[in-house]
T-cell receptor, first 114, second 110 residues
Framework: DSGVTQTPKHLITATGQRVTLRCSPRSGDLSVYWYQQSLDQGLQFLIQ???????AKGNILERFSAQQFPDLHSELNLSSLELGDSALYFC?????????????FGEGSWLTVV | SQQGEEDPQALSIQEGENATMNCSYK?????LQWYRQNSGRGLVHLIL?????REKHSGRLRVTLDTSKKSSSLLITASRAADTASYFCATDTGRRALTFGSGTRLQVQP
């Protein structure tokens, strides 16, 4: 158990809908990362937050947004969902913002868009 | 495109054999890490090697890094069925979060 908690574990929704994925980082970790894993794109970095502020941005679509709250939990919002958004979404955390940190992954949220 | 590319994409060996996976990357790095992923689960950190290190060991794992060739290898010795998983290299270029390769799927036959 990495200490990173993600909910929900599985989600099935229709095209055009909006979903929110939630993440609680390891105790004491200030950085949260979101990654998307799909068969065709592999593991893609989406976005990083550090202590409530956006720290780095990756291949995140404009239809997606994220935030980190004062209690350090984070949410990833996916809107106007398309079939191609079906993927495993991971949250990960690390103690600080340094890019080379070891990061600790949650078990992921499986999103299926039908 | 991915910063790291693992080779081979898939590997099947017998229990007790050694497994070697390779990772090539494109730009200079600060460190390189290897992660393991059991099917459909989260990734787990295995080992980190810094750019000024050439070899590192952890239990049955041995990692090498050749910065002149921009490549790394992960050796798992005396493999077990429980080592069956996907293995990813991840590079730290100092610019943003770790960039992961495409992974090697390892199957260890009992």
């Amino acid at each position: 158990d990495s200490g990173v908690t993600q909910t929900p574990k599985h989600l099935i929704t229709a095209t055009g809908q909006r979903v929110t994925l939630r993440c609680s980082p390891r105790s004491g970790d200030l950085s949260v990362y979101w990654y998307q894993q799909s068969l065709d794109q592999g593991l893609q970095f989406l976005i990083q937050y550090y202590n409530g502020e956006e720290r780095a941005k990756g291949n995140i679509l404009e239809r997606f947004s994220a935030q980190q709250f004062p209690d350090l939990h984070s949410e990833l919002n996916l809107s106007s969902l398309e079939l191609g958004d079906s993927a495993l979404y991971f949250c990960a955390s690390s103690p600080d913002f340094r890019p080379g940190n070891t990061i600790y992954f949650g078990e992921g949220s499986w999103l299926t868009v039908v | 495109s991915q910063q790291g590319e693992e080779d081979p994409q898939a590997l099947s060996i017998q229990e007790g054999e050694n497994a070697t996976m390779n990772c090539s990357y494109k730009t200079s790095i600060n460190n390189l890490q290897w992660y393991r992923q059991n099917s459909g689960r989260g990734l787990v950190h295995l080992i980190l090697i810094r750019s000024n290190e050439r070899e590192k060991h952890s239990g049955r794992l041995r990692v090498t890094l050749d910065t002149s060739k921009k490549s790394s290898s992960l050796l798992i010795t005396a493999s077990r069925a429980a080592d069956t998983a996907s293995y990813f290299c991840a590079t730290d270029t100092g610019r943003r979060a770790l960039t992961f390769g495409s992974g090697t799927r390892l199957q260890v036959q009992p």
